[in-house]
């Protein structure tokens, strides 16, 4: 891909993403209505979910019009021009039901499987994270990159957990294990943004079972290309199994260390 057609595809994520943004933050009814539900009662779809990625799909596709889509909401859509846009509208729906500031719009663009642009927007913290593959990681246009290696028992390292009660009570064993050999763990409840706080120097590492595609597409590219190292269980690559992303020198102990504590399976 050229570099012409890269800078379109990022300022079209950057302005979908501003505009999904702040339709949420000033559209926030006070008594949110469920539209549906996800796997557990604990994880609902709000109508601004809805309402967000109709307002995304529907401004790229004006401009793009044969590209495709993989979006929370709206499944797959196959387009011709091998661009796929990946789409989380509203990553934290819960801390977003709560009136909790962590929640934000996720938006990445994929050629050949592979994310090229990404573009999160944290409208309550008036953030918006940008990343182009090869081009660097920026926050509200200004570059950031990483922090430098701690030792292990001084990271901060973030988490998640996922909403069915079985995995929970396991990823809960999870974190007993390893609290103590670090310096603390945090869980913030939106995954995008946690991976845009490794690349902006903010956490040190985060690992996380169950993430979706849409989850992850725009933070991981954003925090490798500020300079943290990502992947999977050893020796793949990040995915809903495990997605582990750290800063150099606390990736490999720490990826070593979830895997040896099952935190890829329930």
């Known amino acids: 891909m050229t570099q012409a057609p890269v800078t379109e595809l990022l300022e079209i994520a950057q302005e979908a993403a501003r505009r999904a943004g702040e339709l949420l933050r000033t559209g ?12 557990s009662p604990i994880d609902v ?52 039901l709560y009136g909790l500031p962590s929640w934000g719009v ?3 663009a994929e050629v050949d499987g592979r994310a090229v642009v990404g573009v999160v927007a944290a409208p309550m913290r008036g953030e918006l994270y940008h990343a182009a593959e090869g081009q660097g990681a920026f926050r509200d246009g200004e ?17 998640g957990f996922g909403y069915v009660a079985e995995r929970r009570a396991h990823q809960a064993e999870v974190v007993r294990a ?52 990502v992947g999977g269980r050893p020796g793949q690559v990040p995915s809903e199994e495990l997605t582990v992303v750290a800063v150099p020198g606390i990736f490999d102990p720490l990826q070593r260390l979830v895997d040896e504590l099952g935190a890829w399976h329930d």
Not at 28 to 39: C, F, N
Not at 145 to 157: K, S, W
Request: glycine fraction near 10%.
């Open 143 to 159: 570059r950031v990159h990483c922090r430098d290696t701690p030792p292990f028992e001084q990271a901060l390292i973030a988490t």
């Open 178 to 229: 390893l609290l103590p050999q670090v310096r603390d763990i945090r869980r913030a409840g939106a995954a995008a943004i946690d991976l845009c706080d490794v690349g902006c120097g903010r956490l040190d590492g985060y690992y996380e079972r169950g993430l979706k595609r849409w989850d992850y597409a725009a933070g991981v590219l954003f925090a490798r290309e500020s300079g943290a190292l």
């Open 45 to 96: 779809v709000t109508e601004m979910d809805v309402a967000a990625e109709k307002l995304i799909t529907d401004f790229i596709s004006e401009r793009r019009p044969t590209d495709g889509f993989l979006g929370e909401e709206g499944g797959t859509t196959v387009g011709s021009s091998g661009v796929r846009w990946v789409i989380d509208p509203l990553d934290g729906t819960v801390n977003y």
């Open 28 to 39: 926030r009814p006070d008594d949110l209505a469920v539209a549906a539900t996800k796997s």
């Open 106 to 108: 996720s938006i990445a």
